[in-house]
Structure formats: C-alpha cells, structure tokens
C-alpha cells in the first residue's frame, strides 16, 4: 500500500474527497466518544476530534483540515441537536480557530514543532475563541477572564495529550517518520 | 517531564516524542496559565450583599467588612450577618424560620429570601454565578 507521503501532492480529486470522508467519520466517532465522557464545563472538553483535524492538516493540508472541522462541527450539532444553538457558535469558533492556527503554525514552524506542538497551539486558540465569543455574546468579559487560567491549563493538557495520539496514528499511516 | 527517546526503526535515527519547542509553547502556556490563577486568586468571589426590604428598604454592603443589620419588615426585625465573605439571617420575626435554616451564602447570584417577612438578601459581583443545570 502506498503511504501517504507519497500520495500526497498527487492524490486525484476522488483520492482526496475519500480521504476527507474517511476523516470527517473519524472526527464524528471521536466527537460521539468524548461527548459520553462527563466534564465540569459544556465547552471544556478533550477535543478527541481535534485529532482528525492534525490528520487532515499533514495529510491533505490547511483547507481540507478546516472542511473537516467545519463538517464536522455541522453534522455533530444536526445529529445532537444544538444546530445554531448557543453551543454551536461556541463549538464552530473554537474549531476554526484551532484548524486555521494549527495551519499557519504548519507551514511557518512545522520544523521546530512537531505535531505535538501544533496540537497544542490548536487547543489553546480552540479555547481562547471559546471565551472569546463567550465574553462577545453571552456572558461579558469579567466571567470569561475568570475562565481563562483553567481553559489554557486544559488545553496545555488535553493539546499534549491528543498531539501524542495524532503523532501516533500519523506515523502508523505512515504519513511522518518515528 | 521526562523527555522519552522513541526507539529507533528502520533508520536507525532517534527521534525525541516532544520537541523542544514543544516543550516551550507547553511551559509558556501552563506558566500564563499559573499567573493569570495567582493574580485572579486575589478578588474576593463576591463583592457586595444587596438587602432588600418591604417598603422599598434597599442596602448595599461590602462583603468583606463583618457588620449586623437590621432590616425592619412587617412581622417585626430581620436580623442579617455579614462575616467573614459570608452572609446570613441571624434571626428573623417570621413564623418558620426558613430564612435563618438556609445557612450563609457567599457566592455572586446566590440569595437568602424570607417570604413572610418580605427580606432579600443577594450577593452581587462579577464572577460567573454558579450552573444550575446544563445541556447538550
């Protein structure tokens, strides 16, 4: 089978819209995962699907990284529910955010960075759009000060955490080296 | 964090699991992380207790300055106490009593109300009130 380094750059169009339905079905499964999984907060959450988004970044690169995410966030709010709700906005913003940092970051500092490291850039802007459209629209600034201490402690966490997984699954595709 | 070699395959090469720059924007993010908790850590979580009374009796009062009110209603005095961050209904003219077995309150959002005797004791501040229920 050929890997996806060699693939990439040369993958038809059918090749790409496969991979990026094998993707979006991964980051639905993860997202359907995490959601069993109790939190303290709604929004704070592992970001299990963030995983999918790094996969599409170094495979397919930074649009079909934010397609992924943006179906994502689409699909997963169609199937619970909460399509345009409060949640949704906080849900999308924190997605594009994390996918479209996550992509600069790639193509300016993937060297000094590994995946890992681009995970963890992905978490924290996921959280910080988070508050910021929180304090925007639906509690004020104060409250979402006080969020930001523990929202950038988890994402340092859970950023760490699903850049291992996504370092992990990335070399067993065989899209980087060990 | 113990930095862990991967084993080296194929090649031969060694590659660290986390690089260096890894490692900075991690300890960059968790040392923002620790300050902004040091220097947030420092506001009380409730900054002034509203009371209200029958007759449009209203009273503004830090939390953090122990002191004992007297609010007059119409079945007689509400006693209510301030101390340390906390406040609560000393005693109270009314019939049950609820007001004073609610305890003390010291979280913003949080109030004790006494029905009969038309008292309302709020803590105001800017800290995010506590959830009451959530969904998905």
């Given amino acids: 089978m050929e890997t996806a380094r060699e693939r990439k750059g040369k993958a038809s169009a059918a090749g790409r819209v496969a991979r990026l339905g094998m993707l979006l079905g991964v980051a639905l499964v993860l997202y359907a995962v995490e959601s069993l999984i109790p939190g303290p907060l709604p929004f704070m959450r592992i970001g299990l699907a963030n995983i999918a988004t790094v996969i599409a970044l170094i495979t397919l690169g930074l649009v079909d990284a934010v397609a992924v995410t943006v179906l994502r966030v689409i699909v997963a709010s169609l199937v619970v529910g909460t399509f345009m709700g409060p949640g949704f906005g906080l849900a999308m913003a924190g997605g594009v955010a994390a996918a479209l940092g996550m992509g600069i970051a790639a193509r300016v500092a993937l060297p000094p960075f590994s995946v890992v490291g681009l995970s963890i850039i992905g978490a924290a802007l996921h959280n910080l759009a988070q508050l910021g459209v929180l304090a925007a629209f639906y509690t004020g600034p104060g409250p979402a000060a006080r969020l930001l201490a523990p929202a950038l402690l988890m994402a340092a966490a859970t950023g760490l955490g699903t850049g291992l997984v996504a370092r992990f699954a990335l070399e067993k595709l065989g899209a980087i080296g060990p | ?136």
């Fill in chain 2, 1 to 136: 964090m113990v930095q862990r070699v991967r084993a080296p395959r194929e090649t031969g090469g060694r590659r660290a699991l986390v690089t260096f720059a890894d490692r900075l924007v991690l300890y960059v993010l968790v040392g923002v992380a620790l300050v902004l908790l040091l220097t947030g850590s420092v506001r009380t979580p409730g900054s002034s207790v509203r009371i209200e009374g029958a007759d449009g009796f209203e009273l503004v009062l830090p939390l953090d300055r122990p002191a004992v009110e007297t609010v007059p209603g119409p079945l007689g005095p509400t006693l209510v106490e301030i101390s340390d961050g906390t406040v609560r209904v000393l005693e109270s003219s009314c019939p049950r009593g609820h007001c004073v077995r609610m305890g003390s309150i010291r979280t913003p959002g949080q109030t004790v109300v006494c029905v009969p005797n038309r008292v309302v004791v709020t803590i105001e501040g800017d800290a995010p009130p506590s959830v009451d229920a959530t969904t998905r």
